[in-house]
């Protein structure tokens, strides 16, 4: 079972950053594609970005594109999602989610994800 924790969100101005961080204490953090996710109230989750697991690839979404970036620490079993430019419509809690790499493995996909965490919420003020 792998356990994820974010932390980071928090309560924030438009035009404003924050950076979300998600520990988990997996040995074999290398061997998972990491996710972030949100959910606002009322709504279905929806993807955001995602990272290979060597981190040499990553996808956003296109509501998040030029504004988030999405990183990964290997050696500290850390994903970020740095957050710039916040608007309202971010508001959201934002999830952490792991996938077990594999060749086809389909970045936007929620079910791709085996393994999630609690969420943290970010509330953008305008």
């Known amino acids: 079972q792998v356990q994820l924790v974010e932390s980071g969100g928090g309560l924030v101005q438009a035009g404003g950053s924050l950076r979300l961080s998600c520990a988990t204490s997996?040995?074999?953090?290398?061997?998972?594609?990491m996710g972030w996710f949100r959910q606002a109230p009322g709504k279905e989750r929806e993807f955001v970005a995602a990272?290979?697991?060597?981190?040499?690839?990553?996808y956003d979404a296109d509501s998040v594109k030029g504004r988030f970036t999405i990183s990964r620490d290997n050696a500290k079993n850390m994903v970020y999602l740095q957050m710039n430019s916040l608007k309202p419509e971010d508001t959201a809690v934002y999830y952490c989610?792991?996938?077990?790499?594999?060749?086809?493995?389909?970045?936007?996909?929620?079910?791709?994800?085996?393994?999630w965490g609690q969420g943290t919420q970010v509330t953008v003020s305008s």
């Open positions: 990272i290979s697991w060597s981190g040499g690839r990553t």
């Open positions: 997996e040995r074999t953090f290398g061997a998972y594609a």
């Open positions: 989610a792991a996938g077990v790499a594999r060749a086809g493995f389909q970045f936007p996909s929620q079910s791709e994800y085996r393994y």
